[in-house]
């Protein structure tokens, strides 16, 4: 049985609440980069940004990827942009099922919309093209790792996390 899951995917495709869903159900840990991050640095992403770089926000990222890519018995939900460094995606995909979570444009716009946190790349006056730029670029980099793709477009976290969990332990009964 996999011990380690990495889920993975565009900002706003629900991987956090999944994630916690998911943990919750095989009695896993759950780590978030993007949280570790945070209490890494001190402040929230948008501020690292502001102040840092994106640069810098990528190494810390990069280190929070290598110190918790030898967990196990974990879910591991990254930040969208994760998986676009071939350094993460060696670290996170050796001994992993590698899932990636997907979404239409038009539902992540919706979702971050309402979401509180304030995301630095999607800070353009026309997001919904912003979105559907920045996933057809990563597209390509997104499909290239994954074990496991949904599209949580139409269904809620609870079902995402159900998918996953019956592909980790196939007929095992998942109660809710
Ligand atoms: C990013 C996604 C964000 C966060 C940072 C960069 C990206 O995480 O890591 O703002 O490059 O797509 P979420 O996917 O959790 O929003």
Known sequence: MMTRIVLYGFMGV???VVGKILA????FDFVDTDKEIEKKAGIPIHLLFERFGEAEFR????NIVEITSSKDRVVITCGGGTIL???NVQRLKRGSLMVL???EPEIILERVNKDQSIRPLLSASDR???IKSLMSSRLDKYLEPAN???DTSNITPEDAAR???EKILGGKPWTS
């Not at 919750?24 to 009695?27: H, M």
Request: charged share 35%.
């Open 14 to 16: 629900g991987k956090s």
């Open 24 to 27: 919750e159900k095989l009695r």
């Open 59 to 62: 190494t810390l990222e990069r």
């Open 85 to 87: 460094d071939p350094v």
């Open 101 to 103: 979570l997907t979404a």
């Open 128 to 130: 919904l093209n912003r």
């Open 148 to 150: 496991l793709i949904i």
């Open 163 to 165: 998918k996953i969990f």
